[in-house]
């Protein structure tokens, strides 16, 4: 794979037809889907054979070339699942291969046994269908099931509690199953991946067990759109579980919702304190306009940047923010293991951290503004300034104007407009 990707650099189409052999379009879907910016770039993008010899022969994976390579040209298509999955914090880059396999095994083994439950409850899990239609009202009635994806009845045998009141958890789960579903079918739906039941269904299976797991959560629309690449990437249902149980300890709070907030709110407030502090003028007129909630940012934030590029430039732009982002312990964090905190003013530690994160360290910044996505969005805006201060006079014309990127933003060019917009902010930050 090594060589075809020196091959590839080589020549344009080549590069293309090869992006495509990975994740192919369906033929009357071609012209509806942005154009892919992302190529794979010999001497700059993570390849296979880079990737191989960056582990020690005991399976010790050398994490500072991994990144440095990364934030320069992204990863080949062939090796994106298993990287995600240290970039993630699934695996520590400092654990063996029999470590790795051995942690590998217990966790397919866990979510064997949720999936298992939730196979109990509702035996559509698991079956290789899944379901669009409601299989339960409101108040947990069973209701037939009836022109879904299946001829697999569900017993819908009900989970009481104490006194035989339905628990009104598993209720909640039961009606999410549907929207997931419904989702589900149209979350991709232009890759040939998809046109096979059996992958929807995997995708339905890894969000229903998710659900049932993280009950404070459960589902919310967007997850989809969140959950889809991991599945693509990662052959095995259980890793494709995990890797993006981690991906969702990333964005969980945006997700959160109450009777009087959404869960990304946090994130839109971080945003206009970003612009305000960055771009006094701009802000003073989005305010005036009645968008100083910055709402109309709202699905760049939830669903990363998902809808505004090609399926592949996604993918390109999450990485790089991963490893941009990257804590050496994120492994140690989630799965507390940390004894004490790092000496951050080492500078061996330092190279551990990806490039935005190193910054935050040395700086001491506040945490909840190391979001990249947030900066993220806040360079988009300063990219369309000049349009948005001369053009928009409600917030149907900010919703337009930057409607207009989808399918026209340069991810790479929109990370490092971001990294800038970052460093101006701790400049100002600092000088206050």
Request: proline residues 3%; glycine residues 6%; charged residues 25%.
């Amino acid at each position: 794979m090594g060589n075809s990707i020196i091959a590839a650099c080589k020549n344009g189409n080549s590069s293309v037809e090869e992006l495509d052999s990975y994740f192919p379009v369906r033929p009357e879907c071609q012209a509806d889907v942005p154009n892919t910016r992302f190529r794979p770039r010999a001497g700059k993008t993570l390849s296979e054979r880079r990737w191989n010899a960056a582990f020690s022969q005991e399976g010790h994976l050398d994490i500072v070339g991994v990144l440095r390579r990364i934030q320069r040209g992204g990863i080949h298509p062939s090796i994106k699942g298993d990287v995600w999955e240290f970039l993630l914090g699934c695996f520590d880059p400092n654990s063996t291969f029999e470590e790795r396999n051995e942690l590998r095994q217990r966790r397919r083994e866990q979510y064997a046994a949720w999936k298992s439950e939730c196979q109990k409850i509702v035996p559509l899990v698991g079956s290789g269908k899944l379901t669009t239609n409601a299989i339960v009202t409101d108040d947990g009635q069973p209701i037939e099931l009836a022109n879904t994806t299946s001829n697999v009845q569900d017993t819908n045998d009900a989970m009481p509690v104490d006194n035989g009141v339905y628990d009104k958890k598993v209720v909640q789960w039961k009606l999410n199953l549907s929207q997931i579903g419904l989702d589900v079918v149209r979350t991709d739906r232009f890759l040939v991946f998809y046109e096979n039941q059996a992958n929807q269904a995997k995708l339905w299976d890894v969000l229903a067990v998710y659900a049932w797991m993280d009950k404070d959560i459960g589902y919310v629309q967007g997850m989809t759109d969140i959950c889809s690449p991991v599945v693509i990437l990662l052959e095995n249902e259980a890793d494709a579980f995990w890797c993006f149980e981690r991906v969702m300890r990333k964005l969980r709070e945006n997700f959160k919702s109450s009777a009087n907030s959404i869960g990304v709110q946090s994130q839109l407030s971080t945003l206009a304190q970003i612009v305000k502090t960055v771009d006094p003028k701009l802000h003073r007129h989005l305010e005036e306009l009645d968008g100083g909630e910055y709402l109309f940012a709202l699905r760049m934030l939830m669903v990363l940047f998902r809808r505004e590029l090609s399926f592949d430039d996604a993918l390109y732009l999450w990485e790089v923010m991963w490893a941009m982002e990257y804590n050496p312990n994120i492994y140690s964090l989630y799965n507390k293991t940390l004894e004490q905190l790092p000496d951050k003013s080492n500078d061996k530690q330092l190279k551990q951290y990806g490039e935005f994160e190193r910054r935050i360290v040395r700086t001491g910044a506040m945490k909840q503004t190391d979001a990249l996505a947030i900066f993220l969005v806040a360079s988009v805006l300063e990219t369309k300034k000049k349009r948005l201060m001369k053009e928009a006079k409600g917030l149907d014309d900010v919703v337009q104007i930057l409607s207009e990127i989808t399918g026209n933003l340069d991810a790479k060019k929109a990370l490092n407009k971001a990294l800038k917009v970052h460093k101006k902010y701790l400049n100002k930050v600092k000088r206050s």
